[in-house]
C-alpha cells in the first residue's frame, strides 16, 4: 500500500480551500487520484520488471556447466530444507527420546528466524506478496 492515501485527505482539504469552484475542484481530485494510480502502477511494472530481469539471470545460471555457478541455489535450498527438518521433525524427536531414556542431552538450535528469511527470498514469497498487494489496491 503506498502513501498516498495518507496524503489525499490533508490534499483535498488544501483543495477545497485554494479551490472555490466545486467543479474545478472535482477535476483536481480526479487528476490527484490518476497520478496516484499511475505510480501505483509504474510502481508494480517496475517490481515486474527486476522479477523478469531476476528469472533471466536464473534461467542463464542454472543452465550453465559449472556446478560452482549452477549449484549454489540447489545447496542453499538443501541446506534450508535440512535445518527445517532437524528443527520440526528430528530435534523434538529426538529431545522426546532421550527426555524420556533418561539421559540429559543439549541438543543444537538454528537461527530459525534469519533461515526463514533466506528461505522466503529464495522462494521469492516476500515480493509476491508486495506484487499481491499492489494489484489489489489498484483495482
Given at each position: 500500500m503506498s502513501a498516498w492515501p495518507l496524503l489525499i485527505d490533508p490534499v483535498s482539504r488544501l483543495?477545497?480551500?485554494i479551490i472555490p469552484d466545486p467543479d474545478a475542484r472535482v477535476r483536481a481530485q480526479a487528476e490527484l487520484l490518476?497520478?496516484?494510480r499511475e505510480s501505483d502502477l509504474e510502481s508494480l511494472r517496475l517490481a515486474l520488471s527486476a522479477d523478469q530481469l531476476q528469472t533471466a539471470i536464473n534461467t542463464q545460471e542454472a543452465g550453465h556447466a559449472n556446478l560452482f555457478v549452477s549449484g549454489w541455489r540447489p545447496f542453499i535450498g538443501w541446506v534450508c530444507g535440512v535445518a527445517?527438518?532437524?528443527h520440526f521433525i528430528l530435534q523434538p524427536l529426538l529431545a522426546f527420546i532421550i527426555?524420556?531414556?533418561g539421559g540429559n542431552a543439549k541438543l543444537p538450535t538454528f537461527e530459525m528466524q534469519e533461515l526463514s528469511t533466506v528461505?522466503?527470498?529464495?522462494?521469492g514469497l516476500?515480493?509476491?506478496?508486495t506484487i499481491e498487494k499492489?494489484?489489489?489496491s489498484a483495482k
Open positions: 483543495l477545497d480551500k490518476k497520478s496516484e527445517f527438518a532437524y527426555d524420556n531414556s528461505l522466503m527470498g529464495m522462494l516476500g515480493g509476491l506478496r499492489l494489484r489489489t
